[in-house]
Every structure is written in structure tokens, then in C-alpha cells.
């Protein structure tokens, strides 16, 4: 076994820790942070088949890729089974006698060079001068005849040596033959590789594996003349390259986008950590320019050997620098990794040192998401489920979605706006809504535009392109609003959106992945089985998924089952196998749950329709109109639960029918919506239906506007400055104003004498001349009127049909009107908890929940 940091793998520095090797943060190895690239994996898919023939010998697509994207002949390139497969080639092809190397750098130059039976001279390199290589110092040990080896950058230093001075070096001294290792270039900002403006007797090195994080695939090449070329394929045995790398490789010479984003990366961590390093007294760093830092300890009491056990027993690995020639005990070497880690292992160090910490920052809040494979995979509702969960077990627990697109939202009592989703949650956590738990709100108001709500208020109207530029903002709000409600409870449950595999919004993600890595939160993918393709959605998901996002993925949660659950193991087993994750468990289809839905999905489908009990001759009918807008549509979930209502959902003319009461309801887009009130001819069916005296006709909020007589919107605010006509059913004008009100409301209904409660959410101001008024609010302003007979109303109260007393007065007003005597007290209460607790039950004897637990650090 060798020496834990000296170069050993990774399985034997986890066996010396006595951990998992997916336990240990591994600093030793010098591959890109950031993984590798999503175009990998179908790469390799795509060549399964591929394996069943031979290789191209000649690599000749991988060959023509490489000449293409260095700008030389293909008959100066030459492709390897990884670098060090060429490093041991080259030397015996050069045929030099003499090998000189600057020290210290990477131990096999000199074993190359001896194995070509080489006699090898040393350029050591002072320490005084932070190990870096100087044309001019190695100008004067040049005679004629060697070879010179050393890297660009250097290994382990970092450093990278002029070009232009090497190319003037290697032109005054043309019978010296310089071999370039440049594996590390590709990690460098503004890197001059030595492939451009060659001299002939240059040697370029270079490692196609590296800079993409898959060394275990083995590909290099070099680049330099043809007549050395010649003599090193003479020298390489043949099928040197297989399929799978030859085709990677291919992919890998196009990829520039992925070079300059780790590039970027791998600067700004690596200063970054810097100056953490640099904040430890006993430390010396030296400035590299590469993915890695060559680190002196400087304790009598302490060595780099000494430091690598203490950190190897908190998991983390480096590379210990003493068989670097010219080094000693004291060298180690650490790579950089994500901003995470690089924290992770300068606290490591802080106490391996015995360096007293600053004030320490709180551990990170455990957390937990749900994502989905769709939208409406049920992932709202587990995330409630999981907060009611925890709250029974006694932690304090709220719930987080950072980025909501729902046109069904709530004010806040200190009058911000956010998506019901998260109210529901928060009511399962039992604490009080606040704007931070859905920071960004979006609401449509068309097919490529929305309203975008940051913390709470409006920020303004915003198409794709305009919000795509806004999304840095957004997401570095939304990550201070994460971190406020972490350092207040003892566990986050977060929610993502849509899917994570929608491959044209990954890039610029804020709120599924990217999310969860801010957070730390382990991520379960939820799939709703009843739709059909559920493992084929897990597996494809993770097939598009970036390496970093596959990390993330805890495992999945099958939803919506309807049978014997025995009938799924062997696709449950199936999906572990083929994912290398999880099920953790299979939650069955809940009927009449109880619980407001997310969006309006449920709504417009019908499936939220009452049970049949309502259809008989003595209930009801009440229709909602299904508008193409429409906000807030959970006003009416309430009204579901009466046992003498019939609520139907209404889309045209045809089923309309003759209802005891038809609601508009809210809408963010009120002048559009009352377009296709005109377009499919409901505006006239309506006014027909007022005007029979048996129909009540009630709008909300934004229905309440549509049956006024005039709207205008000089600002644009839900239109283009547009100005129309309303049904006339209400002598009542509304402007929409730039200011958003958002309120919490108490308020007194007139004909009933009764205290409703609510909230207000809209730009428009209404006013009237003969109106009768029905809703004031405590501070008197009139938020509700109705026509003289009081057949037509409407009010800015959105919530008004949760008070129970109020909901029984209004359907007992209905029964009287259609000759029905009424039901007397309240009939149904509307009250979540008990569907908390029941949604609770089942999802706690579905889900392996001790084991969530300990996913996330809490047992």
C-alpha cells in the first residue's frame, strides 16, 4: 500500500482513514472541480454499440480533430493512451543522450528518460524565487544535444514559464529538443500553449482528460514534427487508443464553451482560497496558476505527513510533495475544488493546525428537497407532507421554493406577495408565510411574458430574454432569503420546479440544482407513476444531468400509486441497478386529499370536482368561468366542500347552462381575459343570464373589474396601454396603477352582517356611481359593491368563501332563491389539519423516513 498522500488512489487513502471513498473530499488529484461535461454520457451511449468492433488503429477522426482545433498538420499529431503513454514514448523516439529536467516537477520526466537510457541532469529550482523556471537560468545549462523536459504549467509549483521566451529559447538553440507537458494548460486563463508558433524542435504534451475530469478514460496526444511523430507511431503498439476515448476525444477538441467556464472557475477559487491559506499562520503558499497550490508547512512540531493523517481522519486527502525531488517533508500539494469544499478543507486545516477558529459560523442547516421528473409530479405536496413530518417529530421546520411560476398567490401579513404553494407548506410547519420561503414569483400574464414578485413585491413586467439577464439578481436574493430562514430553524425542506432535465433552462437553473447546492440538500426525484413512464423518466433524467447535479441525487419517491405495490420490484430494482440510486419508497394515490393545489393544473383538468352527492335535486349549482389567466383559483376550494353544492368548471357557451351562481374569478391579465370572454361569446351569455333574475353573478377581484363598465391601462401593466369595455353589468370604472396593492384584510360584509377575512392583490382602482356597497374594510374603504337588486357583485377579497359562516349564508341565499329551504348551521369546516395529518400518515409509512433522516445529518 502506498503511503496515504503520496500519490495513493483513492480506494487506498479511504481504507488507511478506515472511511468510504465517498467519504473523502479528495485534494490530491488534480482534475477539473466541476466534472465532467453533460455532453459525456450520451458521448458514451452513443458508442456502446461501437464496442462490439475494433478501434480505428489510426485514430483518424480523433487525429483530424486535434490538428483542427491546434492549428497544425495531422501528420504532427500523434494520440496516446493517455499522456504518460507518450511521455514514455518520446524519449526513445528523440534518441538524445542526454535528458536535463528542472526540479521539482513530475517524477516520471526522469523515469521516462532513463528507461530511453538517458543520463539525467537535474535544474533545481530555489525556493527563494517560489520554484519558478526562468528561460534565461535554463539558458545557461543548455550544451547542445539534450532533451529538456518540464511542465506548463509545472507540477507540482503551478508555475507557468514565458512562451515567448521558450520560443526564443528553442530558436537560438536548435539542436536542444524541448518536451512541453501542457496537461495543466488548459486550466489557465489566457494560457499561450507552445502549439502555436511551434519551433521545430518543440515537443507538445498534452492531456485531453484532465481539463474534462475523466482520467480514468486514458487519451492524450502530442504535437510536434512530423519526422518525431513518425518514429513514435513506429514505436506504439497498435490499438493503443480504444473506441470509447477515441470518440470522447472528438467531442471533447470541439468543447471550448466548458474550457473557458472552468477556466473562470478555477481562477476565481483558487484566489479565493488563497487568501483563506494565507489567513493560517505556519503556512506558506506559493503562487501557481493552475488547478493546484504547492503549500509549505512551517512548524517544528509538525510535518506535511503528519498534517495528512490529521486531515485524511476528517476525509479529506492531499498530496504529500516529499518524493518531488528537491522537496521535502514539509511540501504538500492541494488541488481546487468548488467553493464548498475549498471551505471544507480550510476548516479542516484551521483545526489540524490547532488555529483558533473566528467566530464559526452556524453548521449548515440540515435540509432536504423534493424534485420532480415533470411539473405536477406531486412535489408540493411531499414537500408539505415532509414539513408536517418533521414538525411531529419536533424539529423546526420550514418550507423554501426559490423560483415560483403560479398565478395562484397570497399576501403576507406584512403585505408581500408570494405563491400559495409555500403558504400551504408553511401552514403544515405551523408558522407564519413569509415572502422569503418563495423569494421569486412569477406570474404570466402571457404566453411569453410575466409579472416578476421579488421578496414580496413587484419588481416589474419581464419577457424570457429581460428575465434570463434579471436571474443573477434573483438568485442571489433568493440564496440570502434561504440563508435567513436557515439560521432560524433546525431544517429546511425545498422545492424544486418543472424538472431538473429541462436541458434548455439548466444553464442559468435557480431553482432546482443549483439550489440544492447552495443549500447542501440531498435531492429525491419525484415521479408520478400514475401518468405513465415514471422509470423511464427517473433514468432519462439522470441521464442528462451533469455529473455535480447526479451527485446531488439522493435517490427517487414513486408517487401517485394505484395497485400492489409487490408489482413494482423488479423495475424498483431495475432503477437502482441502472441509476446506482434509490427508491425510497412508493406513496400511494391520495383521493380527496383535502389540500389547495399548486397551480391550476387540477383546476382546468376537472378533476377537483366535487363527489356525486351534490348532483341531486336538492343542492345547488355554482359555475366558475375557466379563464385563460385565471389567478388564484383555490378562492373556490372551499365551496367543494359543501354537501349541497355542485361546482362546475365552465369553458364555453355550451356548457354553461343555467347555474344558480357563476363566478368570474380573479385574472392577471384582466383586458386579455375579457377578450375571450368576447371571443367565445360569454360576455353575452352572461348579461343574458343577469338579466333572467335567477342567476347571481359574482366576480372576484379581477372577475369584479371585468363586470364593471370601463377599464384602462395607460401603464402597460397588464397589456399594452390598452383601454376596453367591461360587461356593463356594474357601474363601475377601473385604472390600473402602477402601485401594486398588496394587503391583508378584515372586513365586514354588509347583507350578512358577518366578519370576513382575506387579502387584496391588484393594480386596478375601481370606482362607481350607484353602487351598493357590501365589503368594507375595517379602515372603511369599500372593497366590494352589487347592483341594486343585489343579484350582481363583486369584491377585491380574495378568500372570502373560507369563512365558513359566510360560505353557508351565501349557498343558503342560493337555496331560498331556487325554492329550497335552507341548511341552517355550518355544514362543512374548512380546515387543513386534518389533511395534514392524514397526508402525514401515508407518506410517513411510504417513505423509509429514518433513513432520510440520516441522509440529511439529523440522526
Given at each position: 500500500?502506498?503511503?496515504?498522500?503520496?500519490?495513493?488512489?483513492?480506494?487506498?487513502?479511504?481504507?488507511?482513514?478506515?472511511?468510504?471513498?465517498?467519504?473523502?473530499?479528495?485534494?490530491?488529484?488534480?482534475?477539473?472541480?466541476?466534472?465532467?461535461?453533460?455532453?459525456?454520457?450520451?458521448?458514451?451511449?452513443?458508442?456502446?454499440?461501437?464496442?462490439?468492433?475494433?478501434?480505428?488503429?489510426?485514430?483518424?477522426?480523433?487525429?483530424?480533430?486535434?490538428?483542427?482545433?491546434?492549428?497544425?498538420?495531422?501528420?504532427?499529431v500523434?494520440?496516446?493512451?493517455?499522456?504518460?503513454?507518450?511521455?514514455?514514448?518520446?524519449?526513445?523516439?528523440?534518441?538524445?543522450e542526454?535528458?536535463?529536467?528542472?526540479?521539482?516537477?513530475?517524477?516520471?520526466?526522469?523515469?521516462?528518460?532513463?528507461?530511453?537510457?538517458?543520463?539525467?541532469?537535474?535544474?533545481?529550482?530555489?525556493?527563494?524565487d517560489a520554484?519558478?523556471?526562468?528561460?534565461?537560468?535554463?539558458?545557461t545549462?543548455?550544451?547542445?544535444?539534450?532533451?529538456?523536459?518540464?511542465?506548463?504549467?509545472n507540477?507540482?509549483?503551478?508555475?507557468?514559464?514565458?512562451?515567448?521566451?521558450?520560443?526564443v529559447?528553442a530558436?537560438?538553440?536548435?539542436?536542444?529538443?524541448?518536451?512541453?507537458?501542457?496537461?495543466?494548460?488548459?486550466?489557465?486563463e489566457?494560457?499561450?500553449?507552445?502549439?502555436?508558433?511551434?519551433?521545430?524542435?518543440?515537443?507538445?504534451?498534452?492531456?485531453?482528460?484532465?481539463?474534462?475530469?475523466?482520467?480514468?478514460?486514458?487519451?492524450?496526444?502530442?504535437?510536434?514534427?512530423?519526422?518525431?511523430?513518425?518514429?513514435?507511431?513506429?514505436?506504439?503498439?497498435?490499438?493503443?487508443?480504444?473506441?470509447?476515448?477515441?470518440?470522447?476525444?472528438?467531442?471533447?477538441?470541439?468543447?471550448?464553451?466548458?474550457?473557458?467556464?472552468?477556466?473562470?472557475?478555477?481562477?476565481?477559487?483558487?484566489?479565493?482560497?488563497?487568501?483563506?491559506?494565507?489567513?493560517?499562520?505556519?503556512?506558506?503558499?506559493?503562487?501557481?496558476?493552475?488547478n493546484?497550490?504547492?503549500?509549505?508547512?512551517?512548524?517544528?512540531?509538525?510535518?506535511?505527513?503528519?498534517?495528512?493523517?490529521?486531515?485524511?481522519?476528517?476525509?479529506?486527502?492531499?498530496?504529500?510533495?516529499?518524493?518531488?525531488?528537491?522537496?521535502?517533508a514539509?511540501?504538500?500539494?492541494?488541488?481546487?475544488?468548488?467553493?464548498?469544499?475549498?471551505?471544507?478543507?480550510?476548516?479542516?486545516?484551521?483545526?489540524?493546525?490547532?488555529?483558533?477558529?473566528?467566530?464559526?459560523?452556524?453548521?449548515?442547516?440540515?435540509?432536504?428537497?423534493?424534485?420532480?421528473?415533470?411539473?405536477?409530479?406531486?412535489?408540493?405536496?411531499?414537500?408539505?407532507?415532509?414539513?408536517?413530518?418533521?414538525?411531529q417529530?419536533?424539529?423546526?421546520?420550514?418550507?423554501?421554493?426559490?423560483?415560483?411560476?403560479?398565478?395562484?398567490?397570497?399576501?403576507?401579513?406584512?403585505?408581500?406577495?408570494?405563491?400559495?404553494?409555500?403558504?400551504?407548506?408553511?401552514?403544515?410547519?405551523?408558522?407564519?408565510?413569509?415572502?422569503?420561503?418563495?423569494?421569486?414569483?412569477l406570474?404570466?400574464?402571457?404566453?411569453?411574458?410575466?409579472?416578476?414578485?421579488?421578496?414580496?413585491?413587484?419588481?416589474?413586467?419581464?419577457?424570457?430574454?429581460?428575465?434570463?439577464?434579471?436571474?443573477?439578481q434573483?438568485?442571489?436574493?433568493?440564496?440570502?432569503a434561504?440563508?435567513?430562514?436557515?439560521?432560524?430553524?433546525?431544517?429546511?425542506?425545498?422545492?424544486?420546479?418543472?424538472?431538473?432535465?429541462?436541458?434548455?433552462?439548466?444553464?442559468?437553473?435557480?431553482?432546482?440544482?443549483?439550489?440544492?447546492?447552495?443549500?447542501?440538500?440531498?435531492v429525491?426525484l419525484?415521479?408520478?407513476?400514475?401518468r405513465?413512464?415514471?422509470?423511464?423518466?427517473?433514468?432519462?433524467?439522470?441521464?442528462?444531468?451533469?455529473?455535480?447535479?447526479?451527485?446531488?441525487?439522493?435517490?427517487?419517491?414513486?408517487?401517485?400509486f394505484?395497485?400492489?405495490?409487490?408489482?413494482?420490484?423488479?423495475?424498483?430494482?431495475?432503477?437502482?441497478?441502472?441509476?446506482?440510486?434509490?427508491?425510497?419508497?412508493?406513496?400511494?394515490?391520495?383521493?380527496?386529499l383535502?389540500l389547495?393545489?399548486?397551480?391550476?393544473?387540477?383546476?382546468?383538468?376537472?378533476?377537483?370536482n366535487?363527489?356525486?352527492?351534490?348532483?341531486?335535486?336538492?343542492?345547488?349549482?355554482?359555475?366558475?368561468i375557466?379563464?385563460?389567466?385565471?389567478?388564484?383559483?383555490?378562492?373556490?376550494?372551499?365551496?367543494?366542500?359543501?354537501?349541497?353544492?355542485?361546482?362546475?368548471?365552465?369553458?364555453?357557451?355550451?356548457?354553461?347552462?343555467?347555474?344558480?351562481?357563476?363566478?368570474?374569478?380573479?385574472?392577471?391579465?384582466?383586458?386579455?381575459?375579457?377578450?375571450?370572454?368576447?371571443?367565445?361569446?360569454?360576455?353575452?351569455?352572461?348579461?343574458k343570464?343577469?338579466?333572467?333574475?335567477?342567476?347571481?353573478?359574482?366576480?372576484?377581484?379581477?372577475?369584479?373589474?371585468?363586470?364593471?363598465?370601463?377599464?384602462?391601462?395607460?401603464?402597460?401593466?397588464?397589456?399594452?396601454?390598452?383601454?376596453?369595455?367591461?360587461?356593463?353589468?356594474?357601474?363601475?370604472?377601473?385604472?390600473?396603477?402602477r402601485?401594486?396593492?398588496?394587503?391583508?384584510?378584515?372586513?365586514?360584509?354588509?347583507p350578512?352582517?358577518?366578519?370576513?377575512?382575506?387579502?387584496?392583490?391588484?393594480?386596478?382602482?375601481?370606482d362607481?356611481?350607484?353602487?351598493?356597497?357590501?365589503?368594507?374594510?375595517?379602515?372603511?374603504?369599500?372593497?366590494?359593491?352589487?347592483?341594486?337588486?343585489?343579484?350582481?357583485?363583486?369584491?377585491?377579497?380574495?378568500?372570502?368563501?373560507?369563512?365558513?359562516?359566510?360560505?353557508?349564508?351565501?349557498?343558503?341565499?342560493?337555496?331560498?332563491?331556487?325554492?329550497?329551504?335552507?341548511?341552517?348551521?355550518?355544514c362543512?369546516a374548512?380546515?387543513?389539519?386534518?389533511?395534514?395529518?392524514?397526508?402525514a400518515?401515508?407518506?410517513?409509512?411510504?417513505?423509509?423516513?429514518?433513513?432520510?433522516?440520516?441522509?440529511?445529518?439529523?440522526?
Open positions: 500500500m502506498s503511503t496515504p498522500g503520496h500519490g495513493g488512489n483513492l480506494r487506498q487513502l479511504a481504507r488507511a482513514a478506515g472511511k468510504a471513498e465517498r467519504d473523502i473530499l479528495d485534494f490530491s488529484a488534480n482534475i477539473n472541480p466541476l466534472g465532467p461535461p453533460e455532453w459525456l454520457r450520451p458521448a458514451i451511449s452513443a458508442q456502446i454499440t461501437a464496442l462490439t468492433h475494433y478501434p480505428d488503429p489510426d485514430c483518424a477522426a480523433l487525429v483530424e480533430a486535434a490538428a483542427a482545433r491546434y492549428g497544425v498538420a495531422t501528420d504532427e500523434i494520440v496516446g493512451n493517455g499522456s504518460t503513454e507518450l511521455l514514455y514514448l518520446l524519449p526513445r523516439a528523440v534518441g538524445r542526454h535528458a536535463l529536467i528542472p526540479v521539482p516537477s513530475y517524477s516520471d520526466y526522469v523515469r521516462a528518460s532513463k528507461l530511453a537510457g538517458m543520463q539525467v541532469r537535474s535544474l533545481p529550482l530555489r525556493d527563494t520554484f519558478r523556471l526562468e528561460s534565461a537560468a535554463l539558458e545549462q543548455l550544451s547542445g544535444r539534450e532533451m529538456v523536459l518540464f511542465g506548463r504549467p507540477n507540482p509549483t503551478g508555475h507557468v514559464c514565458n512562451a515567448d521566451a521558450l520560443r529559447l530558436a537560438r538553440h536548435p539542436a536542444t529538443m524541448f518536451l512541453v507537458d501542457e496537461a495543466f494548460g488548459d486550466f489557465v489566457g494560457f499561450d500553449s507552445l502549439t502555436r508558433n511551434r519551433p521545430v524542435n518543440v515537443i507538445v504534451l498534452l492531456s485531453l482528460t484532465k481539463i474534462f475530469a475523466i482520467p480514468g478514460l486514458r487519451l492524450g496526444c502530442a504535437i510536434a514534427d512530423r519526422t518525431v511523430i513518425q518514429r513514435v507511431r513506429e514505436l506504439q503498439p497498435p490499438w493503443s487508443v480504444n473506441s470509447l476515448a477515441q470518440a470522447v476525444g472528438v467531442a471533447a477538441l470541439h468543447d471550448r464553451d466548458y474550457l473557458c467556464q472552468t477556466q473562470l472557475h478555477v481562477r476565481q477559487q483558487r484566489e479565493a482560497l488563497i487568501a483563506q491559506l494565507k489567513s493560517l499562520p505556519g503556512l506558506t503558499v506559493y503562487p501557481g496558476e493552475a493546484f497550490l504547492l503549500l509549505r508547512i512551517d512548524r517544528d512540531s509538525m510535518d506535511a505527513p503528519t498534517l495528512a493523517r490529521r486531515l485524511l481522519a476528517d476525509g479529506i486527502a492531499i498530496r504529500l510533495c516529499g518524493n518531488f525531488e528537491d522537496l521535502d514539509r511540501f504538500f500539494r492541494i488541488a481546487v475544488r468548488r467553493e464548498d469544499e475549498n471551505a471544507r478543507l480550510s476548516d479542516s486545516l484551521r483545526a489540524a493546525l490547532g488555529v483558533k477558529r473566528p467566530a464559526h459560523p452556524k453548521r449548515r442547516t440540515p435540509a432536504i428537497m423534493f424534485q420532480g421528473t415533470s411539473s405536477n409530479a406531486g412535489k408540493s405536496i411531499l414537500t408539505a407532507a415532509f414539513c408536517r413530518i418533521l414538525l417529530d419536533g424539529f423546526r421546520v420550514a418550507p423554501f421554493k426559490s423560483q415560483n411560476m403560479s398565478l395562484n398567490s397570497f399576501v403576507t401579513r406584512d403585505g408581500c406577495e408570494m405563491g400559495r404553494a409555500q403558504v400551504v407548506q408553511a401552514q403544515a410547519c405551523r408558522i407564519e408565510p413569509r415572502a422569503t420561503m418563495n423569494p421569486i414569483l406570474k404570466p400574464n402571457s404566453d411569453t411574458g410575466s409579472q416578476v414578485i421579488l421578496l414580496g413585491k413587484p419588481v416589474g413586467n419581464m419577457n424570457v430574454g429581460e428575465y434570463i439577464r434579471f436571474k443573477p434573483a438568485f442571489e436574493a433568493a440564496k440570502q434561504y440563508d435567513s430562514l436557515a439560521r432560524e430553524h433546525d431544517v429546511l425542506v425545498l422545492e424544486g420546479a418543472g424538472s431538473p432535465a429541462e436541458v434548455n433552462l439548466k444553464h442559468h437553473d435557480i431553482v432546482n440544482m443549483s439550489m440544492a447546492r447552495h443549500a447542501g440538500a440531498p429525491l419525484v415521479g408520478d407513476i400514475d405513465g413512464g415514471v422509470f423511464a423518466s427517473f433514468v432519462g433524467t439522470m441521464e442528462v444531468l451533469a455529473e455535480w447535479e447526479r451527485d446531488l441525487i439522493a435517490g427517487f419517491v414513486v408517487n401517485k394505484r395497485g400492489n405495490e409487490s408489482l413494482l420490484k423488479d423495475a424498483l430494482d431495475y432503477t437502482a441497478r441502472h441509476t446506482a440510486r434509490p427508491v425510497f419508497g412508493v406513496v400511494p394515490y391520495l383521493h380527496n383535502g389547495p393545489d399548486e397551480d391550476s393544473v387540477t383546476f382546468k383538468s376537472g378533476t377537483g366535487p363527489a356525486p352527492h351534490a348532483t341531486n335535486g336538492n343542492s345547488v349549482e355554482i359555475a366558475v375557466d379563464l385563460p389567466h385565471i389567478s388564484n383559483f383555490t378562492d373556490f376550494d372551499a365551496l367543494r366542500l359543501e354537501p349541497d353544492v355542485r361546482l362546475r368548471i365552465v369553458r364555453s357557451v355550451a356548457n354553461l347552462g343555467q347555474p344558480d351562481a357563476v363566478i368570474l374569478p380573479g385574472s392577471k391579465n384582466v383586458i386579455g381575459d375579457l377578450a375571450h370572454l368576447r371571443q367565445s361569446r360569454l360576455d353575452i351569455a352572461l348579461c343570464l343577469a338579466r333572467t333574475g335567477k342567476t347571481e353573478v359574482i366576480g372576484i377581484c379581477g372577475g369584479y373589474q371585468m363586470l364593471g363598465a370601463e377599464l384602462s391601462d395607460p401603464h402597460g401593466i397588464e397589456s399594452t396601454g390598452q383601454a376596453t369595455h367591461g360587461l356593463g353589468l356594474l357601474p363601475l370604472s377601473t385604472v390600473f396603477e402601485e401594486k396593492i398588496l394587503r391583508r384584510v378584515t372586513a365586514k360584509h354588509t350578512s352582517g358577518l366578519t370576513v377575512h382575506g387579502y387584496e392583490i391588484h393594480h386596478g382602482q375601481s362607481g356611481g350607484a353602487l351598493e356597497p357590501i365589503v368594507s374594510r375595517d379602515d372603511g374603504e369599500l372593497i366590494g359593491a352589487s347592483s341594486a337588486g343585489g343579484l350582481v357583485w363583486g369584491t377585491y377579497l380574495h378568500g372570502l368563501f373560507d369563512a365558513d359562516e359566510f360560505r353557508r349564508w351565501f349557498v343558503n341565499r342560493l337555496r331560498s332563491r331556487r325554492g329550497l329551504s335552507p341548511l341552517g348551521t355550518v362543512a374548512y380546515d387543513l389539519e386534518p389533511a395534514f395529518e392524514r397526508l400518515e401515508v407518506v410517513r409509512k411510504s417513505l423509509d423516513v429514518a433513513k432520510l433522516y440520516r441522509l440529511m445529518g439529523l440522526r
